[in-house]
């Protein structure tokens, strides 16, 4: 049992470049998420989705677009890198809603853009 | 709307010193659950802690304890004798208005000395 994988841990882009970020879970969770990791700015929610095929908004999602074609992943899509778009990148999933379960995390995956 | 205040950055503490961790909410919500997660220098984020709003007795799991006061909207955290590997961020997190999401604290930034 992985929990939640994110492929690849590093990567540096030029601006520009595009390039798609991938999370896998193996724990038959319903929801799936993406957070971006900033200095003193937490966890800032980027996309979201409750199920296979259906995604939503969060907080910070102008510049990325996410798929969730099969229920075990969740991608992560820059079309056209900029500097800001610099961070660390976080995946989730939870059995369902969050009211009530925690999610788990995958390793996190450090972008770079020059 | 739901926000988490998290207004310690950063706590210094030297290994065998207790320190608390201060979380205050706003939701509006009546029935709500709570979280706690840690961010080793790994890089992970790791669940800690899930309370449910209807129960406001402190909990306590070896080192760890947590203060939910509903009054006060608080959800502190407390850690008794510290340990170098409690260094670490701690997030509190509150779901959000539709509970399809949770709403990250900005981490309060824990280092113990030796």
């Known amino acids: 049992n992985a929990g939640v994988t994110q492929t690849p841990k590093f990567r540096v882009l030029k601006t520009g470049q595009s390039m798609t970020l991938l999370c896998a879970q193996d724990?038959?969770?319903?929801?799936m998420y993406w957070y971006r990791q900033d200095p003193g700015m937490g966890l800032r929610l980027i996309h979201y989705s409750v199920g296979e095929g259906t995604t939503a908004k969060g907080e910070v999602p102008d510049g990325y677009n996410v798929s969730r074609l099969k229920k075990q992943n969740f991608l992560l899509g820059l079309e056209s890198a900029a500097p800001s778009q610099t961070s660390v990148y976080f995946c989730a999933s939870t059995l369902r809603g969050s009211l009530s379960y925690e999610q788990y995390f995958g390793p996190g995956t450090r972008l770079t853009v020059t | 709307a739901q926000k988490v205040t998290q207004a310690q950055t950063e706590i210094s503490v030297v290994e065998k010193e207790d320190v608390t961790l201060d979380c205050v909410y706003e939701t509006r919500d009546t029935t709500y659950y709570l979280f706690w997660y840690k961010q080793p220098p790994s890089g992970e984020l790791v669940f800690l802690i899930r309370?449910?709003?209807?129960?406001?007795q402190n909990e306590i799991s070896g080192r760890y304890s947590w203060n939910f006061q509903k009054s006060t909207s608080s959800f502190n955290f407390t850690i008794t004798a510290s340990q170098v590997v409690d260094s670490a961020v701690y997030f509190c997190?509150?779901?959000?208005?539709?509970?399809?999401?949770?709403?990250f604290g900005t981490g309060t930034r824990l280092q113990v000395f030796p």
């Open positions: 997190a509150l779901p959000g208005e539709n509970t399809d999401k949770l709403i």
């Open positions: 724990m038959n969770h319903e929801y």
């Open positions: 309370r449910n709003s209807f129960d406001e």
